[in-house]
């Protein structure tokens, strides 16, 4: 199982960046996917999952701002990121699980290792 994140890198407030994680290994359209976020000296923080359905869910800080997406023929999902803010910066995971609760409540068993997201002011 692979999940591999990439889109990262420093940008100004107010800017915009689209993270993918393109997977490999397990049967993505089977899973729902998301993305968490780790800032230093910070625990993580769920931010989207998307189930198999399609059915998308954010946290409130990301709310209009954050869209995910999902292509399934490609196995690959997808962040775009606008209106970035400075406590926006964190390390950003993807991560899959059979539970979207998975997503936002742990570490997922499946997940990649991370693209940094740094917004300065």
């Known amino acids: 199982v692979q999940l591999v994140e990439s889109g990262g890198g420093s940008v100004q407030a107010g800017g915009s960046l689209r993270l993918s994680c393109v997977t490999s290994?397990?049967?993505?359209?089977?899973?729902?996917v998301g993305w968490f976020r780790q800032a230093p000296g910070k625990e993580r923080e769920g931010i989207t999952t998307?189930?198999?359905?399609?059915?998308?869910r954010y946290t409130d800080s990301v709310k209009g701002r954050f869209t995910t997406s999902r292509d399934n023929g490609k196995r690959s999902l997808y962040l775009q990121m606008n209106s970035l803010k400075p406590e926006d910066s964190a390390m950003y995971y993807c991560?899959?699980?059979?539970?979207?609760?998975?997503?936002?409540?742990?570490?997922?068993?499946?997940r990649g290792r991370g693209t940094r997201v740094t917004v300065s002011s």
């Open positions: 991560g899959a699980a059979k539970s979207c609760g998975t997503i936002w409540n742990e570490f997922p068993n499946y």
């Open positions: 290994g397990f049967t993505f359209s089977d899973y729902c």
């Open positions: 998307i189930d198999t359905s399609g059915t998308t």
